[in-house]
């Protein structure tokens, strides 16, 4: 194997995730203003009634936010509400309730999930369709809430007239949509990028309740469990509570929502980061031995590599394992990658599938 001295220079940011990003400048800023003097605690402070405000500007005057510490905590908290006992909800085999919580949803709440079989990690009206010989029936978990990830697990998107037919199918039912916006400024900024975008796909679509997504989007940390039906919302600020979500000094997650939603930066990141993904694509997936499924829509790259060539390159460069039995791998941005991270990955690319390390070349095809 080569030695690290070698290797071109390392970007200065991974491709690990967008997790992995640091707070955008004007959030640590807004929390750093947010720290002078004293304000009450739970919520009973300005910088809360402002983030409530902004968020009804973004989805309407009858929704309702609610802030909280983390993205499993915000999905744990909608389902809460929108279930009651022997209900299920139904999500893809994807989903990250499903892979990705430790078994939360199931473990707090007390529901069961249905997840179903989705190639692209995206539920069509006839699953749900499907489910209808379970209803009624007293042995079986009812299937009451649908929840869909916007962007998915597997960087794909739905289209608002997907949404909109989903949640159809659903409230026909009888059956609750909660959508997973963990990246939903990814998806925005796909998806046209305005205000209107992010209502086409959620609240004109139908969708009752969504986990909006901060901490990917360039917050320290922090998300928010929005109703967009006012109704499940009742007992919100109870069930809140009870499942460890409500920050004492909210003052500093809504501070740094502020900063995200004044002048829609939280779409500009995204845009950055799903424009520096299409770049990566574009700079790598003509080197021989690289080959993509699909190219990126928002800001998730999933590549295969040549086996032996996979661990000189992440120790190089961190990224994360995919799909192992297929040497896939993912490699993702942020709002703060920029051209040159992009070029110094593709250079290190080249470099150690070039030849430059020890093993066969095993496990991928070349091309695009």
């Given at each position: 194997m080569s030695s690290p001295d070698e290797m071109?220079?390392?970007?200065?940011?991974?491709?690990?995730?967008?997790?992995?990003?640091?707070?955008?400048?004007?959030?640590?800023?807004?929390?750093?203003?947010?720290?002078?003097?004293?304000a009450l605690a739970y919520g009973d402070d300005r910088w809360t009634a402002e983030a409530q405000a902004r968020f009804r500007d973004l989805?309407?005057?009858?929704?309702?936010?609610?802030l909280v510490w983390n993205g499993t905590g915000a999905n744990v908290m909608a389902l809460a509400t929108m279930l009651h006992p022997a209900e299920c909800?139904?999500?893809?085999?994807w989903a990250h309730?499903?892979?990705?919580?430790?078994?939360?949803?199931?473990?707090?709440?007390?529901?069961?999930?249905?997840?179903?079989?989705?190639?692209?990690?995206?539920l069509?009206?006839?699953?749900l369709a499907s489910l209808a010989h379970l209803q009624g029936e007293q042995h079986h978990a009812q299937p009451a809430v649908v929840s869909i990830t916007q962007s998915t697990e597997l960087g794909t998107l739905y289209s608002a007239d997907e949404v909109a037919a989903l949640c159809e199918t659903a409230h026909r039912m009888g059956m609750l949509v909660h959508l997973d916006g963990a990246r939903i400024a990814n998806a925005t900024a796909a998806l046209g990028g305005t205000v209107q975008a992010v209502r086409s796909f959620t609240v004109d679509a139908g969708v009752?309740?969504?986990?909006?997504?901060?901490?990917?989007?360039?917050?320290?940390?922090g998300?928010?469990?929005?109703?967009?039906?006012?109704?499940?919302?009742?007992?919100?600020?109870?069930?809140?509570?009870?499942?460890?979500?409500?920050?004492?000094?909210?003052?500093?997650?809504?501070?740094?929502?502020?900063?995200?939603?004044?002048d829609d930066l939280w779409i500009s990141l995204a845009r950055q980061s799903n424009a520096m993904a299409s770049r990566l694509y574009d700079a790598t997936r003509e080197i021989p031995g690289v080959a993509f499924d699909v190219p990126p829509v928002v800001n998730s790259l999933f590549v295969v590599l040549p086996?032996?060539?996979?661990?000189?390159?992440?120790?190089?460069?961190?990224?994360?394992?995919?799909?192992?039995?297929?040497?896939?791998?993912?490699?993702?941005?942020a709002w703060d990658t920029t051209d040159l991270d992009v070029q110094r990955f593709a250079a290190g690319l080249r470099h150690v599938l070039g030849g430059n390390f020890e093993g066969p070349l095993d496990g991928a095809s070349s091309g695009g």
């Open positions: 071109p220079a390392a970007p200065e940011r991974s491709f690990a995730s967008d997790n992995a990003a640091g707070a955008h400048p004007a959030v640590i800023e807004a929390l750093v203003a947010a720290n002078e003097g004293h989805f309407g005057p009858a929704s309702e936010a609610f909800v139904v999500c893809t085999e309730i499903a892979v990705d919580e430790a078994g939360a949803p199931e473990r707090v709440v007390g529901a069961k999930l249905l997840g179903l079989p989705a190639p692209e990690a995206k069509v009206p006839e699953q009752d309740v969504v986990s909006f997504g901060g901490t990917k989007a360039g917050l320290l940390g998300e928010a469990v929005v109703y967009l039906d006012p109704a499940l919302a009742a007992r919100a600020k109870y069930t809140r509570k009870m499942v460890t979500q409500l920050p004492s000094k909210m003052r500093f997650i809504a501070a740094q929502f502020n900063a995200l939603l004044h086996n032996a060539a996979i661990q000189p390159l992440r120790d190089w460069s961190f990224f994360w394992d995919w799909d192992v039995s297929r040497h896939q791998v993912r490699w993702m941005t």
